[in-house]
């Protein structure tokens, strides 16, 4: 069905050429809002016309008080210095940080300033506990926290001048403790308006733990230690910038792939690697249909690069007459990693529950024709020599715009991930792998090509993956919770009547979103199918099953389950600058109301919201969201809905 698809895209994509283009791309400290984002946004427009692609670069005002659908934007900021020295006893001077060696070493965002500031050591200072005793006004914070972290009681509250981050993130199976001592990891200031702002620097563990060894001996001493910083920078009325490109179909509709431009320097596989695939694949495209290896595809394809969420709202705002001519987009998000050096999986993210799409089966049916499946050791079956899963819905990159039932362009995401370097200055060239590259945009130009002409023949053959797909994981799902009953684990999560009609009904919404490719296509059949083997395989473990689930669960007030709320933008909702709205008391009670149920988290919040279409009632969001996540938190889902009525962002 798409194996000559397969070889002749992947024929034609480079992954040397694309890690060439990494090469480029990693060199500019690619801020949102900044000079040097905008200097790569011209090199990507200008290379990407260089092919003979039709390219185009749109500019869009930002700056404080402005807003896009829900989504406030921020101002423009230039840095043109920042270094921060360290005072010795003997008079001397020892560099630490120096924005023109190592520009993550300055926190982007950071305000300007000139002077000397003593140190005060904390380790996480984010509690007004972590501050007994210190006094903090007016000095600099070592901490191992994030900036915002430590914003709220640090700069807003005590007053601190400026904060040094020498913390580092770590997942044990690839990135333990201690395993970057040399790195910076990525921190950064995020200004809305009407904040205190402040200046900072991000340290390596290395020399945050021989800063913290001084401060330790100075005390002792009686003596404090000083440093001298200075930084140069300003904030304006701006603009980002988005590039994209178009070849054209026989029709309207078109096809999208969208990969992030933005990140500090290197930033190489996040996301350089994303945007120097989504180049490579454009351009592969256009040489295959202009030269006639490929035809004239039915739907055009269209390409897009922009800084991550920011670029996707303001894009899809100007053009919200696009967003229903687009049938399906493809996020590239950190696409190029060594596998080996990064503890890197290939993975694939499908779409939201409450948007049930064919698109990530498609995806998942593309890569298995790829690399096949090893069945044994000496058999014909060629193994497929990388990691390779397939995840439910995530948040934290482009899709969760576009797959946003309110936006509705099923977009799943290919994601290489975990990452030992992410968001550090050890993810460079070094940690990217041209095969890595090479694969992934194979199988994306081949998604790209088989749905700018998929039709009839295509929307059969999919009904017919995605039932044999439905039934492998009903099958997994049920053996799963047989082996948790039988081991006498204590159920959990909805009932299994609940369970199953839920689980059938997301299937049958998604083969009859494959009227998006054919709009003749009867999915009546292959849901007929699916609720059969559904029923069988239901009758080989009910005996286990039926009597292991709850027979009670948490409910909300009668009042509030009846609630019907209503959103009164399109696009998901990013709390954090929308909190700066209320007064520091009520902005804290509301965010600990949500923060005292620990699974619900901001994925499940996201989730919930997409669930919320103008009709269904809280009660019932309550108990979709339980089926999609196994998370059941009343109390904190009221919370949240009501901040967020609160803030203007949802109404009842």
């Known amino acids: 069905m798409f194996q000559q698809l397969l070889t002749t895209v992947g024929h034609e994509v480079s992954g040397e050429a694309a890690r060439a283009l990494v090469a480029r791309i990693s060199q500019w400290h690619r801020i949102q809002a900044s000079p040097m984002y905008r200097e790569a946004a011209h090199w990507v427009h200008a290379t990407l016309q260089s092919y003979g692609l039709d390219a185009t670069l749109e500019s869009f005002p930002v700056g404080e008080g402005r807003q896009v659908w829900g989504e406030p934007l921020f101002d423009e900021w230039q840095c043109h210095e920042g270094w921060l020295d360290l005072l010795l006893p003997d008079g001397s001077t020892q560099r630490l940080a120096d924005y023109r060696a190592v520009p993550l070493s300055l926190l982007p965002r950071s305000v300007s300033t000139d002077g000397e500031f003593e140190l005060v050591v904390v380790e996480r200072g984010d509690r007004v506990e972590d501050y007994a005793d210190l006094e903090v006004a007016g000095k600099l914070i070592l901490t191992r926290s994030m900036p915002m972290s430590v914003y709220r009681v640090a700069i807003e509250k005590l007053?601190?001048?400026?904060?040094?981050?020498?913390?580092?993130?770590?997942?044990?199976?690839?990135?333990?403790?201690?395993?970057?001592?040399?790195?910076?990891?990525?921190?950064?200031?995020?200004?809305?308006?009407?904040?205190?702002?402040?200046?900072?620097?991000?340290?390596?563990?290395?020399?945050?733990?021989?800063?913290?060894?001084?401060?330790?001996?100075?005390?002792?001493?009686?003596?404090?230690?000083?440093?001298?910083?200075?930084?140069?920078?300003?904030?304006?009325?701006?603009?980002?910038?988005?590039?994209?490109?178009?070849?054209?179909?026989?029709?309207?509709?078109?096809?999208?792939?969208?990969?992030?431009?933005?990140?500090?320097?290197?930033?190489?596989?996040?996301?350089?690697?994303?945007?120097?695939?989504?180049?490579?694949?454009?351009?592969?495209?256009?040489?295959?249909?202009?030269?006639?290896?490929?035809?004239?595809p039915q739907r055009a394809l269209r390409?897009?690069?922009?800084?991550?969420?920011?670029?996707?709202?303001?894009?899809?705002?100007?053009?919200?007459?696009?967003?229903?001519?687009?049938?399906?987009?493809?996020?590239?998000?950190?696409v190029g990693a060594d596998q080996a050096r990064c503890g890197s999986v290939n993975t694939i993210i499908h779409t939201p529950d409450a948007l049930p799409s064919f698109v990530g089966d498609l995806l998942e049916a593309i890569r298995t024709g790829m690399h096949g499946v090893s069945d044994t050791l000496y058999g014909r079956t060629e193994p497929p020599l990388l990691r390779m899963a397939s995840a439910p819905f995530s948040n934290g990159s482009d899709h969760y715009i576009l797959a946003d039932p309110t936006v509705g362009i099923p977009t799943?995401?290919?994601?290489?991930?975990?990452?030992?370097?992410?968001?550090?200055?050890?993810?460079t060239l070094d940690q990217v792998s041209a095969t890595t590259l090479q694969r992934n945009m194979t199988l994306a130009g081949t998604y790209l090509a088989f749905l700018a002409n998929a039709g009839s023949r295509e929307a059969t053959w999919l009904a017919s993956e995605l039932k044999a797909r439905f039934v492998t994981r009903m099958?997994?799902?049920?053996?799963?919770?047989?082996?948790?009953?039988?081991?006498?684990?204590?159920?959990?999560?909805?009932?299994?009547?609940?369970?199953?009609?839920?689980?059938?009904?997301?299937?049958?919404?998604?083969?009859?979103?494959?009227?998006?490719?054919?709009?003749?296509?009867?999915?009546?059949?292959?849901?007929?199918?699916?609720a059969l083997q559904m029923r069988l395989l239901w009758e080989g473990y009910a005996d286990v099953l039926e009597p292991w689930q709850l027979t009670e669960v948490r409910q909300l007030p009668a009042d509030q389950?009846?609630?019907?709320?209503r959103r009164l933008y399109r696009g998901p909702v990013s709390l954090r600058p929308h909190l700066r709205r209320l007064d520091p008391l009520e902005r804290e009670t509301a965010q600990a109301a949500i923060r005292a149920a620990s699974d619900f988290d901001s994925l499940v919040a996201d989730l919930a919201l997409f669930w919320v279409d103008g009709q269904r009632t809280l009660g019932e969001i309550l108990n979709l969201i339980e089926l999609e996540t196994e998370v059941r938190e009343p109390e904190a889902l009221f919370a949240y809905f009501d901040l967020l009525v609160r803030l203007d962002l949802l109404a009842w």
């Open 561 to 565: 389950s009846q609630l019907v709320p």
């Open 303 to 334: 390409f897009l690069w922009m800084p991550e969420m920011t670029g996707t709202y303001l894009y899809l705002a100007r053009h919200e007459g696009r967003i229903e001519r687009t049938v399906a987009a493809l996020n590239l998000d950190m």
């Open 159 to 296: 007053g601190a001048a400026g904060v040094i981050c020498d913390g580092m993130r770590s997942l044990p199976e690839i990135c333990p403790p201690g395993d970057l001592p040399d790195a910076i990891q990525y921190a950064s200031w995020w200004w809305w308006g009407g904040e205190r702002r402040a200046f900072g620097f991000a340290l390596s563990p290395r020399v945050g733990a021989a800063l913290r060894r001084r401060a330790a001996r100075a005390a002792d001493e009686g003596r404090v230690v000083r440093l001298r910083a200075r930084v140069r920078s300003s904030f304006t009325d701006g603009a980002i910038e988005a590039v994209s490109a178009f070849i054209p179909g026989q029709s309207n509709e078109e096809i999208l792939l969208v990969a992030h431009l933005c990140h500090p320097a290197p930033c190489a596989n996040d996301n350089a690697t994303g945007a120097a695939a989504a180049m490579e694949v454009a351009r592969a495209l256009h040489t295959l249909i202009e030269s006639g290896r490929l035809p004239r």
């Open 475 to 530: 099958a997994q799902v049920l053996q799963m919770a047989t082996t948790a009953a039988l081991s006498g684990e204590p159920p959990r999560g909805a009932s299994w009547d609940l369970r199953l009609a839920y689980r059938f009904e997301r299937h049958a919404a998604a083969l009859a979103d494959l009227r998006r490719i054919d709009p003749a296509f009867d999915p009546l059949p292959a849901q007929q199918y699916a």
């Open 412 to 427: 799943p995401l290919i994601i290489e991930w975990p990452d030992r370097f992410y968001h550090t200055t050890a993810d």
